[in-house]
């Protein structure tokens, strides 16, 4: 799970305690735990065997999964890790996914500024994500490379 962390760039955020990630022996997942405010409401798992599906949500919350408490920006990213590589210097905020649920609006709304930076094959659903948030607060869409 360390190794994983490291790759990933998100040992840095477990460290400093920007996200509260466990180990799933079970199921042998680095697990993300997912926390409104500072309640945990979810967690997602990350398989580290490659056996069954790469990301395991643990329950049907409607929350996205947050590090980093930076107040002016955020970037918008797909998976927990991803979020924790860029919780140095903004606050990671992953969809959990590539789609946009109504329930996180009003959680990017506290954010002055957006950046949705999604991999490169989900450009199209990145750019639908920009102008369905550019109402709400100043969006600007970025294209990664996968980290992971």
């Not at 998976?79 to 996914?97: E, H, M, Q, Y």
């Not at 094959?121 to 600007?140: G, N, P, S, W």
Request: proline share 2%.
């Amino acid at each position: 799970a360390e190794s994983y962390l490291r790759k990933v760039g998100a040992y840095d955020a477990y460290l400093s305690g920007a996200a509260d990630i466990r180990y799933d022996v079970r199921m042998n997942r680095v697990v993300f735990l997912i926390k409104d405010r500072k309640r945990v409401v979810d967690a997602a798992g990350r398989a580290l065997d490659g056996r069954g599906p790469k990301w395991y949500r643990y329950g049907s919350s409607k929350h996205p999964f947050i590090c980093g408490n930076r107040d002016d920006s955020a970037i918008v990213v797909e998976d927990c890790a991803s979020a924790c590589s860029v919780s140095n210097n903004f606050t990671g905020i992953a969809l959990l996914g590539t789609s946009l649920l109504d329930s996180y609006i009003p959680i990017l709304r506290k954010y002055k500024k957006l950046y949705v930076a999604l991999d490169k094959d989900a450009t199209k659903k990145a750019l639908e994500i920009v102008i369905k948030l550019q109402d709400v607060v100043t969006t600007k869409m970025m294209i990664l490379n996968h980290l992971n």
